[in-house]
């Protein structure tokens, strides 16, 4: 749904927030909260010399996003697939070396991300 409100430049139609702010705003919260969290162990990984793992999922995913990038209408899910490999190596080599408390935190904003969007897509609309 989100697709249909950002336009080229990531320029953001405020009919977005004017009638889905109930919803899109934890969503925004949450996908920050998890960005912070992913920079976090993503710095706190670097001393590890096991770089090879994060380089690969890195490269999987933005590699097999490619073919698709510069098609005029890619909003497509399906599209996303073979990309996702990549990005869950990546996230799952770096909750995987973190102490418990952060994979927990991680794992837990990501639960709370799926349930908003996961209500949002079961609210009947009109």
Known sequence: MFVDFFGPGLHVNPNLFL?????VIP???LFISECVLLIYM????RNSKKYIILLFGGLWFLI???PVAFLPIHKFS???TLPLVGMVILISYLVS???KIIGCLF???WFAISLVNLNL???PTG
């Open 78 to 80: 399906y599209y996303l």
């Open 107 to 109: 794992c837990g904003v």
């Open 121 to 123: 897509a079961y609210k």
């Open 97 to 99: 070396y973190q102490k």
């Open 64 to 66: 097999t996003l490619l």
């Open 42 to 45: 993503f710095i706190k990984t």
């Open 19 to 23: 009638y889905w702010s109930l919803q």
């Open 27 to 29: 969503i925004l919260i």
